[in-house]
């Protein structure tokens, strides 16, 4: 059985790099920002898709593992999105080029 969206669909997008977020922030129209009690800023804005009109919560959280995990949790317990996301310009793949979309074979945990 399918789970219905929320009204209005929620989608949280991770970026690591200033740049990456820059390029989400684009799509966003009535952009705001937010900042969780711990420091994290969010900036959250609307997306129109062909049927849904989503928020979207952005989050940079820098280049490293640990502190990319603490700021997923965090954005999925502050918004509860239907979807998560990362975007990025996957500098740790050699075999990629610019326009190539990446997904993951595996995924452990978020």
């Known amino acids: 059985m399918l789970t219905p969206l ?3 669909p929620r989608a949280a997008v991770i970026t690591a790099l200033p740049l990456e977020s820059d390029a989400v922030l684009e ?3 009535s952009l705001r920002e937010l900042v969780h009690e711990a420091g994290t800023i969010y900036r959250v804005g609307t997306f129109d898709g062909l049927k849904h009109r989503w928020e979207v919560a952005t989050v940079t959280t820098g280049m490293h593992n640990v502190q990319a995990a ?3 949790e965090r954005i999925i317990e502050q ?3 239907s979807v998560v996301m990362f975007s990025g310009i996957a500098g740790g793949l050699k075999d990629v080029a610019l326009g190539d979309v990446v997904a993951a074979t595996k995924v452990y945990w978020y």
């Open 79 to 81: 918004f509860g999105p």
């Open 27 to 29: 799509h966003l129209s």
């Open 6 to 8: 929320p009204n209005p």
């Open 70 to 72: 603490i700021e997923t």
